[in-house]
């Protein structure tokens, strides 16, 4: 019994470790440093990506040109989505985020799927 107390003690302590979202991120001229909740650099990427458009502690939102690239806490690549299609991005929080497209505002998920659409306040 205590056997199996002290394998579901650290199957749950693992889980917690690998569920570090990102705290921070700091911007220099070449790189972004990713620091998870803990305070640790997780990932540094260049700043050659683009320009950073926001993040959460689970989401990165990048813009080069006319395109967007999504990366997750581990600033691993997950997702490119089009610039025309996503328009100007408004805000990251959680696993979305929220862009703007003329008189449309659209919720998006982390794997670039279309959650939400609403008209844009006037």
């Keep these: 019994m205590k056997k199996l107390l002290f394998i579901c003690a650290l199957m749950l302590m693992s889980a917690g470790m690998q569920a570090q979202g990102i705290s921070h ?6 790189w972004y440093y990713i620091y998870d909740q803990a305070g640790k650099k997780v990932k540094t990427l260049s700043s050659n990506i683009g320009e950073l458009q926001g993040y959460s ?31 100007k991005v408004l805000s990251v929080a959680g696993d979305t985020f929220t862009s ?14 279309k959650i939400a659409t609403r008209a844009a306040q006037r």
């Design 25 to 30: 991120i700091e911007t220099t001229r070449s």
């Design 57 to 87: 502690a689970s989401l990165i939102v990048v813009k080069s040109g006319s395109w967007y690239y999504l990366y997750d806490s581990k600033g691993n690549k997950i997702k490119t989505m089009s610039a025309s299609t996503v328009g």
């Design 100 to 113: 703007q497209v003329g008189s449309w505002i659209y919720t998006w998920n982390k794997e670039g799927k």
